[in-house]
């Protein structure tokens, strides 16, 4: 379990050093060609030290690497940091795990989630993230609540993006029949739903209580998936006050295979849009 800005760095070192094995170059050799001592360009593959934008470009000229998809790719991993995002404005309400989240979520190509208890913050409403804030974060002023619901929705705007995140959620039935914000709110949030799951990259499923004991019992946990480079998948698990990431092999085998299993006993997602429209009341 790392910490996403040393999960970070590690998968953007294996890349890297995976582009020099293709060039045929020792650690050694790459350093000389671009004129840095040896430890450096080791502590950058093992990610123990944090690599700039134009470092990376730097490697990937030694190594004759002319992928323009990869290079933008390899550019946005080691300058996220560095440049931040929308979301920096907002550093005094979030704490570093949710903008690292945040930024895993803008970069994914997919992402497969399983929920348990609340409703997927990409697939919210503005009324039920600022009721599920307040009941979760009692302490917060109220334009501290404020700022989370806009950091909230402003979040959805992968789903808009071009091309857009590629999402899928199994929901159980318990994220459904919880009263958040009372029925007026739920019940626009269950249309939202609704709504939302008629995008073509939207997948929604409903875990039905009639499926009983199930490996997501355990709790909710999302997949990042990235474009071009499997070795940069995540699972990320998220906790009251912290998220932890998982990004080792047998992690990602793990945990794919429980959302194959969870799925495979959900609802198919048309038959999940009709239930929920029933549960909304408007079936």
Same mark, same amino acid.
């Given at each position: 379990? /790392?910490?996403?800005?040393?999960?970070? #760095?590690?998968?953007?070192?294996?890349?890297?050093? #995976?582009? #020099?094995?293709?060039?045929g170059?020792?650690?050694?050799?790459a !350093?000389?060609?671009?004129?840095?001592?040896? &430890?450096?360009? &080791?502590?950058?593959?093992?990610?123990?030290?944090?690599?700039?934008?134009?470092?990376?470009a730097?490697?990937?000229? !030694?190594?004759?690497?002319?992928d323009?998809?990869?290079?933008?790719?390899?550019?946005?991993? !080691?300058?996220?940091g560095a440049?931040?995002?929308?979301?920096?404005?907002?550093?005094? +309400?979030l704490?570093?795990?949710?903008?690292?989240?945040?930024?895993?979520?803008?970069?994914?190509?997919?992402?497969?989630?399983?929920?348990?208890?609340?409703?997927?913050?990409?697939l919210?409403?503005? %009324?039920?993230? #600022?009721? *599920?804030?307040?009941?979760?974060?009692? /302490?917060?002023?109220?334009?501290?609540?404020?700022?989370?619901?806009?950091?909230?929705?402003?979040? /959805?705007?992968?789903?808009?993006?071009?091309?857009? *995140?590629?999402?899928?959620?199994?929901?159980?039935?318990?994220? *459904?029949?919880?009263?958040?914000?009372?029925?007026? +709110?739920?019940?626009?949030?269950?249309?939202?739903?609704?709504?939302?799951?008629?995008?073509?990259?939207?997948?929604? /499923?409903?875990?039905?209580?009639?499926?009983?004991?199930?490996?997501? +019992?355990?709790?909710?946990?999302?997949?990042?998936?990235?474009?071009?480079? %499997?070795?940069?998948?995540?699972?990320?698990?998220?906790?009251?006050?912290?998220?932890?990431?998982?990004?080792?092999?047998?992690? *990602?085998? %793990?945990?794919? %295979?429980?959302?194959?299993? =969870?799925?495979?006993?959900? =609802?198919?997602?048309?038959?999940? =849009?009709?239930?929920?429209?029933?549960?909304?009341?408007?079936?």
């Amino acid at each position: 379990m /790392q910490h996403m800005p040393a999960v970070r #760095r590690r998968k953007l070192g294996t890349e890297l050093r #995976r582009q #020099r094995d293709l060039a045929g170059l020792t650690s050694g050799e790459a !350093a000389r060609l671009v004129g840095w001592h040896q &430890s450096k360009v &080791s502590r950058i593959e093992t990610g123990r030290s944090s690599v700039r934008p134009e470092d990376v470009a730097t490697l990937l000229d !030694a190594y004759g690497v002319g992928d323009l998809e990869l290079r933008e790719l390899l550019d946005a991993l !080691a300058g996220e940091g560095a440049r931040g995002g929308w979301w920096q404005e907002y550093r005094e +309400v979030l704490p570093s795990t949710y903008r690292d989240f945040i930024t895993l979520e803008t970069d994914a190509r997919r992402a497969r989630t399983l929920e348990t208890t609340v409703v997927p913050g990409l697939l919210q409403t503005p %009324a039920y993230a #600022r009721e *599920l804030t307040r009941s979760v974060l009692p /302490q917060l002023a109220p334009r501290q609540v404020e700022a989370l619901v806009d950091v909230r929705i402003a979040r /959805q705007a992968v789903l808009r993006a071009d091309p857009p *995140l590629e999402l899928w959620a199994v929901l159980d039935e318990a994220v *459904l029949r919880r009263g958040v914000g009372g029925p007026e +709110v739920m019940a626009a949030q269950l249309r939202h739903l609704v709504d939302i799951g008629s995008l073509p990259h939207v997948r929604l /499923q409903v875990l039905p209580f009639s499926a009983g004991g199930h490996i997501g +019992v355990t709790g909710p946990f999302v997949i990042f998936s990235f474009p071009r480079i %499997a070795d940069l998948d995540v699972v990320v698990l998220d906790h009251l006050t912290s998220s932890l990431y998982l990004d080792r092999k047998e992690d *990602l085998r %793990a945990y794919s %295979a429980a959302f194959d299993r =969870l799925h495979s006993h959900a =609802l198919p997602h048309e038959d999940s =849009l009709v239930y929920i429209s029933s549960i909304a009341g408007t079936g």
